[in-house]
C-alpha cells in the first residue's frame, strides 16, 4: 500500500530518499528517483525490503551478497531462509540493519515507508529507490541492478526472457475483447486497485482493464468509488496481501453480482525476475477467462 506522502525539502536539508517518484533524468543507472548509482566496489552487502527484488537479486546471483531481508521476502524459499529476517516492509528493524552494516538499500516507494527509510540512509552508503507502475519497467529494473551489482550478463537473460513473453502474451490476447475487471486485494473493507498502479498495467497488457477507470488514491476501498463499478464484466480475487480463497467466491459474486474468481496475487503484483512468469500466467488464464 502507499503511504508516502513527501514534503518539499527545507533548505540545507538532506532530501529524503522517497522524496519524490518522479525520474529525473533517463541515462546512466539512476533509479526512480533519478539518483545516479555507480557500480559497486568490492563486495557489496545488501539489505532488500522489497519481496520481488529479493528475489530478483537471488535470481541474479546475488544471494550471498544479501545480509538482511523483510519477513515478507520469502522467494526463493529454500535461498532466503538464510538470509537473516530484519522486520517487516513497513516496520524495519532499524538497529538489526545497522549491525549489518549493510553497503546497499533497496526500497520501494509502494512498499516502505519514508521515515524508516530516512532513518536507514543516514547509515546506509547506498539507497536504491524503485517505483515500477507498468510492465515495461522491469527492464529499467533489470539494466539498474545488473549494472550496480555487476550482473550485467544475467540482467540481460532476464529481459531477454521478459520481451518472449511480452510477445506471446500479445500473440495470445490479440484477438480477444477487451474485459472490464473489479480486482480485489482486500476484504473488511472491500479494496481495490488504481489504473496507476503496476498490478492494473499488467491485467491491461492482458486485456483486463480495472475499475474504477479513475481514482484519487492508489489503493481506495471499493465502497469510494461505487459509481465507477457499474460496468464490470468480473471479479478478481487475488490471493495477497489478503488471502482470498473459494469460500470468498459466493460472497464476493453476492456482493457485486458479477462472476468471481481467484487470481494468484504474486503473479500480477510481483515484478523483477517473476514478470515474465506473471506475462505467461495471465496469457494462460485469459484463454479461459
Known sequence: MRVLSPPGERAGERASPLQSPMLRAKTGLRDALGTLHTPARDRPRIVSLVPSLTELLCDL??????????GFCIHPREVV???????????ADIESIRAAMPTHLVVNID????????????????????????????????????????????????ADDFRAAREELRRATQD???????????????MTVARDTYISAMLASAGWDTLPETSDVRYPEVAAVLPGLTFSD?????????????KHLAEAEARFGKPAQLIDGEMVSWYGSRAAAGLRYLARLRQVC
Open 61 to 70: 546471483g546475488l544471494a550471498d551478497n544479501l545480509v538482511g531481508r523483510s
Open 81 to 91: 531462509r538464510r538470509i537473516p529476517k530484519m522486520g517487516g516492509t513497513k516496520d
Open 111 to 158: 512498499e516502505n515507508r519514508r521515515e524508516q527509510v530516512d532513518a536507514l540512509a543516514r547509515f546506509v552508503p547506498h539507497v536504491v529507490v524503485t517505483h515500477p507502475n507498468t510492465p515495461e519497467d522491469n527492464l529499467g529494473l533489470f539494466r539498474l541492478f545488473g549494472g550496480v551489482f555487476h550482473r550485467q550478463a544475467a540482467a540481460a537473460k532476464l
Open 176 to 190: 480477444l475483447p477487451r474485459r472490464r475487471v473489479l480486482y480485489l486485494i482486500w476484504k473488511d473493507p472491500w
Open 234 to 246: 468480473r471479479v478478481l480475487l487475488s490471493t495477497e496481501p489478503y488471502r482470498f480463497t473459494d
